[in-house]
T-cell receptor, first 109, second 113 residues
Framework: GQNIDQPTEMTATEGAIVQINCTYQ??????LFWYQQHAGEAPTFLSY??LDGLEEKGRFSSFLSRSKGYSYLLLKELQMKDSASYLC??????????WGAGTKLIIKP | DSGVTQTPKHLITATGQRVTLRCSPR?????VYWYQQSLDQGLQFLIQ???????AKGNILERFSAQQFPDLHSELNLSSLELGDSALYFC????????????FGEGSRLTVL
């Protein structure tokens, strides 16, 4: 079967750094996405990784290791507005998106 | 604003009833996806259409059906509603070059009483 694992919830402090991990087992791989979703709102695209390594985009970075079936999203200089759920999704061999259940990130002052 | 439009934004109805949710994709996008998200749950993929044809089916109940029309808008029909169908229903679209990135509408919040 296909499976994506993420921690259910994480807590961090404003101004700090947090790393949200995602491990996946899918039938094939054509890329990994991270989305941000604020409560009651639509998910919005954050990043896409298809090759191994780190992709940096402002305060957010995403890392991929295809051999380990592993990715992480790194958020720096945390702000209160970063409180949200972060969804990991993998594009499988049939170009279907397989979604993780999401990680709820709580930022404390 | 993602460019994807969903109506209605909120809907309250009773068990046993039928509702229709509507989605207009971004201009130029051919694919439409429907997702269900219950409270504090992850996104559950229901169904995907590409240029009017069904492309993929997820965990969509037999009581639910969808279609994509020639003008590319899509409708999701939910019938014989149950309390457990209360959820946010998202529509998303993706560009023809199929980059995998989805653009989500704001969702339709369905409450079944």
């Amino acid at each position: 079967g296909q499976n994506i694992d993420q921690p259910t919830e994480m807590t961090a402090t404003e101004g700090a750094i947090v790393q949200i991990n995602c491990t996946y087992q899918t039938s094939g791989f054509n890329g990994l996405f991270w989305y941000q979703q604020h409560a009651g709102e639509a998910p919005t695209f954050l990043s896409y990784n298809v090759l191994d390594g780190l992709e940096e985009k402002g305060r957010f970075s995403s890392f991929l290791s295809r051999s380990k079936g592993y990715s992480y999203l790194l958020l720096k200089e945390l702000q209160m507005k970063d409180s949200a759920s972060y969804l990991c999704a993998v594009w499988d061999s049939n170009y279907q998106l397989i979604w993780g259940a999401g990680t709820k990130l709580i930022i404390k002052p | 604003d993602s460019g994807v439009t969903q109506t209605p934004k909120h809907l309250i109805t009773a068990t046993g009833q039928r509702v229709t949710l509507r989605c207009s994709p971004r201009s130029g996008d051919l694919s439409v996806y429907w997702y269900q998200q219950s409270l504090d749950q992850g996104l559950q993929f229901l169904i995907q259409y590409y240029n009017g044809e069904e492309r993929a089916k997820g965990n969509i109940l037999e009581r639910f059906s969808a279609q994509q029309f020639p003008d590319l808008h899509s409708e999701l029909n939910l019938s014989s509603l149950e309390l457990g169908d209360s959820a946010l229903y998202f529509c998303a679209s993706s560009p023809p070059e199929d980059t995998g990135e989805l653009f989500f509408g704001e969702g339709s919040r369905l409450t079944v009483l």
